[in-house]
């Protein structure tokens, strides 16, 4: 194998086109088999090899810096810069993590793993060099999906005035993680179909000087034209048109089903059943009330799988679906200006990328009281890599004036919360999909959400009053279940507000509050209650995640960790009233 | 005068161009006593009269409906908008707020007061305008300083594929706040020199058609631009070029200056004396430091005015001074950029505009530890509109992981915490600038910051400590003063960490523990207290601002409503510990 000779990238430089060629041929069959064993990003990574030998071949890294956007496509570059290990052995392939890691690798310079960032990080490298006079050149990688992102565009803009080296390799496989939404996208196309010769160019406008390579999978004409580029003294634009999934035909012809794959994709051939779960009860409603409301709309920034709006469910929707591509901000203020005129906006957003829009959800959003739904999937303590932890949205959201964030804790609780929001006027509602399997109680839910902040009590006993916090409620009904006395179990329902004429009457005959969330503790609701309670006797035990960034931790480990078993809150309970 | 019989936009629809021409002169008249006896926003105004007649002429308002980008330019609107006497008559110049609002006025859509946000709204009120199958005009108007912004940038993204009609008014009066910068406005530049025909244009590129007027400020022109784009069934910029601070020379000739003044600013020419503040404090040792080390670099988005950033410190820095334009996101990964190559920045920005950073605090920042310094200004609960309160910062930034915030609270405490965090590798840091009067102690801080989350203990008393932080420290020390008992008094200084060693020691003496914050409390550094003691005897009250969007309401009333009288405070210690 060529790979056997290359360690680092120094070792590219020895070979020949050939050789490269052949050696694309081999990362691109390891990538496949230990990607189809782990799961992890695949169509992105298999379009870039070719690229990732020409930028190491022409360029000369760490010295010269390669910036990663989202590092959906780090794999081939990780091979080549001494990690190849991890794709060749089973035992090895989850020693490196599926993003760049600068803890890794000297080639690594950022831990990044949300969209739209390189060519802002990239242009501080860049200006870090030119302040210290230094030389070398500093390229920043971004897909097309990536570059419709605000950080992405204000990056773009500021590095066009940089005055100094900078190269963005745009990485056009014509595909975000779904199809592309917006008018640069059209533009792409026209520089493709005109062999990057029409006049009105995005890059241009900007400033860029601007390199087309049709054949992004041409090892050659990809090192011809970075050798063009290599020490450009004011800032240029590659844009390099390749072919997403390359060599895997299942990922050649289902571009959007195998941008990330789970364990065993390629075997299966991705065949998911379509079993109940939170996300289909929700795929459901929301078709069925759109038939009946044409002013109901769903809408999502650029990851439509996630939620299970799959390609017959935007069939059905027609135009009462809206993806905005990746641009997290325009969406919430976009719902934002539906609402204000009328419609009944259903803005779907993972708990990690509801981080790019706190602004917007102050100002655009909970300011001017605009009457949209969002859902927040995946939030809650898990084993993720580092750059895509859900800990976070309960303080982020849940201390924004205005805003209601609900948590349901069972599939009747959900529903309901979901179609009350989507028919009230009055408040933005934020809801926290549950985490945990779907859990039926079989149970009409008649609670009128309404009446904000009006916990609901399981049952009533004394001493101790649980609080379980959505995904988390199960937790504490098995604790209650555990303790040798009578507690009372309560489900809050509502993470904006606390239900004070309760918690008042907790006073009576209780001695210890606890309360139990899946999330980060500081700034989260359990310090609400701790806060309430300051000035009176009552004990508060707070019980989430503590405030820092974990790295696939195994989940057992974390909850070990928090204090979050069973066993150790009955035994912190008992110790506490004992 | 003709303004007598304007009451509605209607109004307008009987005028003679001349009689709007005399119309324009009237309102500018007005305009300029009227903010040169309140401040306001003035320049912009200036520059906008002739563009908000001929919208107001031409559309068909509130059915067709005109969305304002940040709403600094919103008087000329509001004059013609039945809102009038609040510029005519001294003893109603405060009656409505100066930015958009709904509250007053139906031909208002949203209150807003953040930059770019005009067309991402526009896009939800027009696309929900089609889903409802109505008909009308939707006109987002955005100031060229506005459009650097990401999320006004996603929003063009998407727009220009609505599909429907849409209207974007480019307010090009070729400056932001400050000059402008970013590769687009070499383009706006080229438009206009081309009178428009430059085949290389951002907005073609992006797929709107595309009108220019160069003359912005030509009623005449401007109505026939509108018209030509009336009722269009797809997206258009129409580009119009206006001169900032029109018919005020003054606001002419210092476009910066008079972007904004303050009462009485046309009277003394806006001549005000760098009196010692913490502004000037920072602006000295910036401009030391700078000259010491090449890789000290000051970074601001937009706003380099609030920071003392003046175009003599903007000369003497040269290229360690970076203004980013209107693009906070960018701002910090840039920053993040420049600290992981081996630069100093320090990135001053105002706590109203940090919102719109939380991600790329978390994942470009804190995630890669790197070691900038953020001066967050203007934090505190304030009088100000609800669209620029400083009231969720600590909420906001203190509960991301390895972030250290500070709170200072005297000269030396500030200076000693800035120069350690400028020099150190190990933290990114942001430093809440007090807002209170400087207050120096003449004392040397001997403090080591890199012992993180120490305390400082001021003076040791017993049965009740209070804890006052940053700003609310003298309140603290007031209250102290008040007791008829020696409290003990701390200075936490860090606000992203708790002295658990203190307080545990604590415990000994003290049976109350009192915390004072300059912010909102939800979320905040008290509840962190309130959680510490939740299992102890401790009883533990926090005061802070109420969860709300105020919006300017007088600071005495704020401070009576959240119990921040000292009078309220000692009251409420003796009523607990007696």
Redesign the interface.
């Known amino acids: 194998m060529i790979l056997d000779k290359v360690n680092t990238p120094d070792d590219l430089k020895v070979l020949s086109i050939p050789e490269m060629e052949t050696l694309a041929d081999e990362m691109r069959e390891i990538i496949i088999k230990k990607v189809n064993k782990t799961g992890g990003h695949f169509g992105p990574n298999l379009g870039i090899v070719e690229a990732t030998i020409a930028l190491h071949y022409v360029f000369n890294s760490p010295v010269d810096?390669i910036?990663y956007d989202v590092s959906h496509q780090c794999y081939p570059h990780k091979i080549l810069t001494g990690r190849k290990e991890g794709f060749l052995y089973p035992e090895k392939y989850l020693k490196y993590t599926g993003y760049t890691a600068?803890e890794e690798c000297e080639h690594d310079?950022?831990?990044?793993?949300?969209t739209s960032?390189s060519v802002?990080?990239?242009?501080?490298?860049?200006?870090?060099?030119?302040?210290?006079d230094e030389k070398g050149n500093v390229i920043a990688l971004i897909g097309d999906g990536s570059l419709?992102?605000?950080?992405a565009?204000?990056?773009?803009?500021?590095?066009?005035?940089l005055g100094s080296n900078f190269i963005v390799v745009v990485n056009d496989n014509d595909q975000s993680i779904a199809e592309n939404?917006?008018?640069?996208y059209?533009?792409l196309k026209l520089l493709r179909e005109t062999d990057g010769k029409a006049?009105?160019?995005?890059f241009?406008?900007?400033?860029?000087d601007y390199v087309l390579v049709k054949e992004g999978n041409n090892i050659e004409k990809l090192i011809e034209a970075f050798k063009s580029v290599k020490d450009s003294t004011h800032p240029v634009v590659v844009h390099i048109c390749t072919q997403k999934g390359k060599g895997c035909k299942a990922a050649e012809e289902n571009r959007e089903g195998f941008h990330w794959i789970l364990p065993g994709a390629l075997d299966n051939n991705q065949s998911c059943g379509m079993e109940e779960s939170y996300t289909s009860i929700t795929r459901e409603y929301i078709l069925n009330k759109a038939k009946q409301d044409?002013?109901v709309?769903a809408v999502n920034a650029g990851t439509p799988g996630v939620f299970g709006f799959d390609k017959e469910f935007r069939a059905q929707m027609g135009?009462?679906y809206?993806d905005?591509?990746i641009?997290e901000?325009?969406a919430v203020?976009?719902?934002?200006?539906?609402?204000?005129?009328?419609?009944k906006?259903i803005f779907a957003v993972m708990s990690s990328?509801v981080?790019?829009t706190?602004?917007?959800m102050?100002?655009?959003l909970?300011?001017?009281n605009s009457p949209i739904t969002m859902l927040v999937y995946w939030g809650g303590i898990s084993g993720a890599d580092?750059?895509h932890l859900c800990t976070?949205d309960i303080?982020?959201i849940?201390?924004?004036?205005?805003m209601v964030y609900l948590a349901p804790t069972n599939k009747e609780e959900y529903l309901k919360m979901l179609d009350w929001s989507v028919e009230q006027t009055e408040h933005p509602v934020a809801i926290r999909v549950p985490m945990c399997g779907l859990n039926s109680t079989g149970l009409e839910d008649t609670t009128d959400y309404s009446i904000l902040n009006k916990f609901k009590v399981i049952s009533k006993g004394e001493k101790v009053a649980i609080l379980g916090l959505g995904n988390f409620f199960g937790l504490a009904k098995e604790v209650e279940e555990a303790l040798d006395f009578n507690a009372t179990l309560i489900n809050p329902l509502f993470m904006t507000g606390l239900d004070i004429e309760l918690l008042e009457e907790l006073k009576k005959d209780h001695s210890l509050v606890i309360t139990l969330e899946d999330g980060?503790?500081?700034?989260?609701f359990?310090?609400?209650i701790?806060?309430f309670?300051?000035?009176?006797d009552m004990?508060?035990?707070?019980y989430g995640a503590k405030?820092?960034?974990t790295d696939r931790a195994p989940l057992d480990e974390l909850y070990q960790r928090y204090h979050l078993t069973k066993e150790q809150i009955v035994d912190e309970i008992r110790a506490?009233i004992s």
Chains 1, 2 share one sequence.
């Open positions: 810096k910036i600068p310079f950022f831990k990044v793993g949300h960032t802002s990080l990239a242009t501080g490298v860049a200006k870090a060099r030119d302040l210290k419709s992102g605000g950080e565009l204000e990056g773009l803009d500021n590095a066009a005035v939404h917006g008018g640069l059209d533009n006049q009105c160019n995005f241009k406008s900007l400033g860029f044409k002013t709309i135009k009462q809206l905005v591509g641009a901000e325009h203020a976009c719902a934002s200006g539906l609402a204000t005129n009328g419609a906006p990328f981080q790019r706190y602004d917007q102050s100002q655009d909970c300011l001017n580092a750059t976070f303080p982020l849940s201390n924004i004036p205005n980060e503790l500081d700034g989260g359990g310090e609400k701790a806060r309670y300051g000035n009176s004990k508060v035990l707070n405030k820092e960034f506490c």
